[in-house]
């Protein structure tokens, strides 16, 4: 609205269709069309009759371009010029789509951009003449790229779907969440309400001792709501969810354009340890380490019989498989072992 | 260890002159079979000269930093200016005159057996006239992950990269583990920046290896922020979980730029363990209460749940969280093991973690090298924490 009405203020002839002269004043609906062939403007009322039978010439004394009512659309810029430019571009958009990926330097980068620019600035100012050389020019450009042009649109389309999906399911993780936590609650204050319920119930018909009831009591509750946590800590299972990508926005990460060709992010940095002269099992007899296995002091100390198992068939089985001549005949360096020092006694310290 | 099955491929031929020199070291300090080349006339002789040569091979340059525990020095391989080394020497320490300071034990046994990208390397070890050990260290140029940590106006990182630093931090405990190896003291500053940005575990003044069963090991060790709940019940048989433990609490620290429990000494450590994870009672963690010093503070809290930890570091993803949630188990025999942090689904979601080359970083300086190979094991720097004594002592250099 607001441009139209900046318009009125400014000059009242952009209220009036140039051909039948109908104003706004009498005709409130008055909506005005343009043609990106001549960008003259017209009422959509001029337009119908027109152009309605088909093809014709522009009604504007000495155009005569040959408009077809498909080709009209309402003017976004109030200066027709602008709304010319951007039409422009938009063309020449579509065609010289190349992405800064695509540039090894960023100065080519650059030239290909003012190259791109100085194209537009004929078409949108230049004389007849240079117009025409620059439509060549794109039209020949199309026509030796097209199969890269297309890709590119491709991409660029692709990107936007994916801001748009990530947009989405960061969203509705949110919102399942929220929900979650939200039913938790209303979980967790029907339980108390409830055990409250019991124990006044059990305080009005039995006759044991009051403060032992209300002690138990709170401490059912107390071990209902951990019961509970535990219960939503292992049910979240992080595959559940909707993945949510790339939550974290705080650096402007480089998009990874190729994805192939790049391994899988090994956490382990290809080393393989599994022993492979022997099979490790998860739990050996020996009347010695029944000791452990019942004290909860030691267990409660998180020690672990498996790392004991583990080093003790490591320590077992070393040097089985090393053959000295092997290493020493080529290389004929000394084999030296590092002798087992004498353990120091950490309990000093 | 160095002759095992077990030994990584390509570990026993690996580059020349390291592998050469740590055997030729071993040779020296261990009374070792002399050298086929040498006339065996006298053991002694044989082993002095071996150190000579070993010492000759590096040139120690200015100091870098003094400690209470180690001066550092910048050196170099002497036929080539360009590689720099670390020098580190140990100095002679009051309480142990009778042979070796034990914590420099411990950094050689170990360094000279653990041989893993994101586990800092001992190139060589060599004593000097005045009997002082020097251990000839990678030189890590570009600090420690606690300077990027605390960095907030400087350094920007995200969940990439984080993903990245603890996928080395993961690897360098999973392979101490995996070689029997506690490490107990994994902490932002122990995690040293390489040049091409990556992490390594140095400092293995306070590791040990798995303890036998029924052998007691001692319970105060970890810097007091990652000490696990275990050790500060005063445990003193466990396992690989309290290194684990402390490479949660460095999760969470990474995350939100400031240690997760700052307590000033160990009551204050577990009590702010209860308010931040939970009070270990006997139903989350059967038997804690036959712990030595098991004492919580009155009214328990809950153990967190999934909505706190989300709130909190919900920008490393829900399986990050769930990760870091795992890590964080009170009862060590629940907590996740360092091999099972390796296998979770964090490391494959996305995004994927940050390329070495492309990690922030920060200039770190050669007197932060320095401060942080000479530091006492077991400390936080005094500036941190008010309540540590030992102070450093850069005097040397200017």
Known sequence: MSPKSIALVDNPM????????????????????????????????????????????CPVPLCGKTLRKRGFKPAFFADLGIEREVDIRKRVGQVFNRRQEEFETLLDYNDYLQDTEDLIFDLVNGMAKEKLQAEEKLKAYRAMNLQEIEDNKRAGLEEADYERRKETAEKEAARQRRLKLIREQEEGKMDVEKSRRDMLERLANTDEDPTAITRQAQKVILKKSSARRNLTDSSSDPNGGLPLDSSLSIRGLKKKVAPIAEEAYDPFGGINLTPTRYVLNDEYENEWLNGIKTDTRILAGGYSLPEYYARTMFEAFSGLGVF???????????????????EIDDDVF | MAVSPL???????????????????????????????QSSTEVNDVAEQMNEDEKAKYVKGKKLGEGTYANVYLGHISSSPSSLVAIKKIKVQQQYTEGMAPDA???????????????????????????????????????????????????????????????????????????????????????????DGEVKLADFGLARSFSDPY???????????????????????????????????????????????????????????????????????????????YTVPAPPSPVMGIDHYLSMFGTVGQEGVDLLMKMLIM???????????????????????????????KGGGESKVAEDLGRRPGMVDDERAGKVARKLDFGGMR
């Open chain 1, 14 to 57: 952009d209220d009036m269709c140039p051909i039948c002269k109908s104003t706004r004043y009498l005709n409130k609906g008055i909506k005005f069309l343009i043609n990106p062939e001549c960008y003259h403007r017209m009422c959509s009322t001029c337009v119908d009759r027109i152009f309605t039978a088909g093809p014709a010439s």
């Open chain 1, 324 to 342: 000295i001549n092997d290493e020493v005949g080529p290389k004929a360096k000394p084999e030296v072992r590092i002798k087992k020092e004498v």
């Open chain 2, 7 to 37: 030994v990584l491929p390509g570990a026993a031929e690996k580059g020349g002159p390291t592998a050469k020199s740590k055997l030729q070291s071993a040779a020296a300090s261990s009374n070792g079979t002399p050298n086929a080349a």
């Open chain 2, 105 to 195: 034990i411990r950094e050689l046994k170990f360094l000279q057996e653990l041989s893993h990208p994101n586990i800092i390397s001992l190139i060589s070890v060599f004593s000097s006239k005045d009997q002082n050990i020097n251990l000839v260290l990678e030189f890590l140029p570009m600090g420690d992950l606690e300077m990027l940590i605390k960095d907030t106006s400087g350094v920007r990182y995200g969940m990439a990269d984080i993903k990245a630093w603890m996928g080395m931090l993961s690897r360098a405990v999973w392979f101490c583990h995996e070689n029997f190896v506690l490490h107990r003291d994994i902490k932002p500053n122990n995690l040293l920046i390489a040049a």
């Open chain 2, 215 to 293: 052998r007691l090991m001692t319970s105060t060790v970890i810097t007091i922020w990652y000490r696990p709940p275990e050790l500060l019940f005063g445990a003193r048989q466990y396992s690989g979980a309290v290194d684990v433990w402390s490479v949660g609490l460095v999760f969470a620290e990474l995350v939100i730029r400031v240690p997760y429990l700052q307590g000033i000494n160990e009551v204050d450590q577990i009590a702010k363990l209860c308010m931040g994870v939970g009070t270990p009672t006997e139903e989350n963690w059967p038997g804690v209460s036959k712990l030595p010093d």
């Open chain 2, 331 to 361: 009862d060590p025999r629940r907590r996740i093991t360092a091999r099972q942090v390796l296998e979770h689904g964090w490391w494959s979601s996305d995004p994927r973690a940050t390329k070495n080359e492309d990690l922030p970083k």
